[in-house]
């Protein structure tokens, strides 16, 4: 029998679409879209979040309306706003976002191809095939790609890469295709885990990539060159004063995740946990941060 997912649509305006995605993320969507849909005023969006069966949809979606009216109050959002669910088949969203993963190139080096499109011919990239099923991490949100670009830049080959939340295995693989000789990919997501492995898999780098379900408190005993974490704000600034202990003393912590309204006070937090930065990429309203211990 086919799996069945509920879809809660959100109409509302472009600017207020990642605050909208994140208030899906906090009431348990699984993964999200922004779809420019026919019938929505211009200058609209309708973001798009998908609950899985087993999740309790009239609670969520209290909440949900919640959090957008205090969302409205403060002003991140426009009234107005509205708000649909429907129960749809797994196969209908997935074949629905297929549609608009596209293979895209990275900084110098990377290609993130989509498993389902056929490679160029000639092509001389580093390539990273993904098929993301449920798990974020398709390499088109800002985010993913700041840790890819500075992944390309830091890794030479050799390196002990640590990957939290990995998702898709984006950037485990692309770590390992770049030089690594071994990297940890957590995930506290075992369905997260199921699709990172089947992309390990399908990159042939099931040797390289050892993933585990976790966290980073899970992993405080290793000695990593390079740790990665495109996660929440709050996840990054919780792991930050416990990096300087997993990081090599010429280590480098990439991460990402966080809106540009906060990245002052997390680049402050990061200089009193000791990092002095490497380098920032800031694109769609999201920063990546790269830093080096002092
Ligand atoms: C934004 S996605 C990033 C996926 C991929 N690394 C990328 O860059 O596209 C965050 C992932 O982290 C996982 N996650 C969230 N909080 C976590 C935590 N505290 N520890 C480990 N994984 C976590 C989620 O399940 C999700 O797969």
């Not at 098929?131 to 030479?156: K, N, S, V, W």
């Not at 202990?245 to 010429?250: A, D, M, T």
């Given at each position: 029998m086919s799996k069945h997912w509920t879809e809660i649509a959100v109409e509302t305006s472009a600017e207020a679409a990642d605050v909208v995605t994140?208030?899906?993320?906090?009431?348990?969507?699984a993964g999200t879209v922004i779809a420019h849909a026919s019938g929505v005023p211009a200058g609209g969006v309708v973001v798009k979040g998908y609950l899985r069966e087993s999740v309790k949809v009239p609670a969520c979606l209290d909440v949900l309306r919640?959090?957008?009216?205090?969302?409205?109050?403060?002003?991140?959002?426009?009234?107005g706003f509205r708000v649909t669910c429907q129960r749809i088949p797994e196969e209908d969203w997935v074949e629905g976002w297929k549609a608009q993963f596209q293979p895209?190139?990275?900084?110098?080096?990377?290609?993130?191809?989509p498993t389902w499109v056929e490679l160029p011919s000639g092509c001389r990239r580093v390539v990273v095939w993904i098929d993301p099923g449920m798990a974020f991490g398709t390499g088109q949100h800002a985010t993913t790609q700041g840790c890819l670009e500075f992944l390309e830049r830091i890794i030479r080959g050799g390196e002990?890469?640590?990957?939290v939340g990995t998702g898709s295995g984006i950037l485990a693989i692309a770590a390992a295709k770049l030089g690594a000789e071994r990297v940890m990919a957590l995930d506290i997501d075992p369905l997260c885990l199921e699709v990172a492995r089947e992309n390990v898999a399908r990159n042939q780098v099931s040797d390289e990539v050892f993933l585990l379900q976790g966290s980073f408190a899970d992993a405080l005993r290793v000695r990593a060159d390079v740790v990665v974490a495109n996660l929440s704000t709050a996840d990054v600034l919780d792991m930050l004063p416990q990096v300087p202990r997993v990081l090599k003393p010429s280590g480098t912590f990439i991460a990402s995740g966080v809106p540009s309204s906060r990245r002052w006070e997390v680049e402050a937090a990061w200089q009193e946990a000791g990092f002095v930065m490497q380098g920032v990429i800031e694109r769609e309203g999201w920063v990546t941060f790269a830093a080096?211990?002092?």
């Amino acid at each position: 029998m086919s799996k069945h997912w509920t879809e809660i649509a959100v109409e509302t305006s472009a600017e207020a679409a990642d605050v909208v995605t994140q208030l899906l993320v906090g009431i348990g969507c699984a993964g999200t879209v922004i779809a420019h849909a026919s019938g929505v005023p211009a200058g609209g969006v309708v973001v798009k979040g998908y609950l899985r069966e087993s999740v309790k949809v009239p609670a969520c979606l209290d909440v949900l309306r919640e959090r957008l009216q205090t969302a409205v109050e403060w002003g991140v959002v426009p009234s107005g706003f509205r708000v649909t669910c429907q129960r749809i088949p797994e196969e209908d969203w997935v074949e629905g976002w297929k549609a608009q993963f596209q293979p895209l190139e990275i900084g110098e080096r990377l290609l993130i191809q989509p498993t389902w499109v056929e490679l160029p011919s000639g092509c001389r990239r580093v390539v990273v095939w993904i098929d993301p099923g449920m798990a974020f991490g398709t390499g088109q949100h800002a985010t993913t790609q700041g840790c890819l670009e500075f992944l390309e830049r830091i890794i030479r080959g050799g390196e002990t890469v640590l990957d939290v939340g990995t998702g898709s295995g984006i950037l485990a693989i692309a770590a390992a295709k770049l030089g690594a000789e071994r990297v940890m990919a957590l995930d506290i997501d075992p369905l997260c885990l199921e699709v990172a492995r089947e992309n390990v898999a399908r990159n042939q780098v099931s040797d390289e990539v050892f993933l585990l379900q976790g966290s980073f408190a899970d992993a405080l005993r290793v000695r990593a060159d390079v740790v990665v974490a495109n996660l929440s704000t709050a996840d990054v600034l919780d792991m930050l004063p416990q990096v300087p202990r997993v990081l090599k003393p010429s280590g480098t912590f990439i991460a990402s995740g966080v809106p540009s309204s906060r990245r002052w006070e997390v680049e402050a937090a990061w200089q009193e946990a000791g990092f002095v930065m490497q380098g920032v990429i800031e694109r769609e309203g999201w920063v990546t941060f790269a830093a080096h211990l002092r």
